[in-house]
């Protein structure tokens, strides 16, 4: 078991990154199904809602206007959207495994 909890602020800024990654690759068919993690994966509500965006719109074009129209707390959305996900593959991953592991009680997440 991990001796210290994940910060918020830490996953928050793992799961831009899963979510950078999957908007980048969704829509151009270049990311399995399979490996996008389950909306409830996702700790942060921020994460949540860009999720929602990325998957229900019908193309990347449309994710982002929605995206650039967003106000989340402790999120730059001008960033979110102009960097790439390319480098960022493993995220999504890493979200599915973090998401187990705190359901089986092996991580935890520091207290507000």
């Not at 990347?60 to 206007?65: K, Q």
């Not at 650039?68 to 790439?84: A, K």
């Amino acid at each position: 078991m991990e001796s210290r909890p994940l910060k918020r602020i830490d996953i928050l800024r793992h799961e831009l990154k899963a979510l950078r990654f999957m908007l980048d690759n969704y829509h151009a068919g270049k990311i399995n199904p399979a490996s996008i993690p389950p909306r409830e994966d996702f700790q942060a509500e921020q994460g949540r809602r860009l999720y929602d965006i990325i998957l229900g719109a019908p193309s990347r074009a449309a994710a982002e206007r929605e995206i650039g129209e967003l106000e989340l707390d402790e999120v730059d959305i001008e960033s979110f959207l102009r960097l790439t996900g390319e480098h960022y593959y493993t995220y999504p991953a890493l979200v599915r495994e973090r998401a187990e592991a705190i359901r089986q009680g092996r991580l935890r997440i520091e207290a507000a």
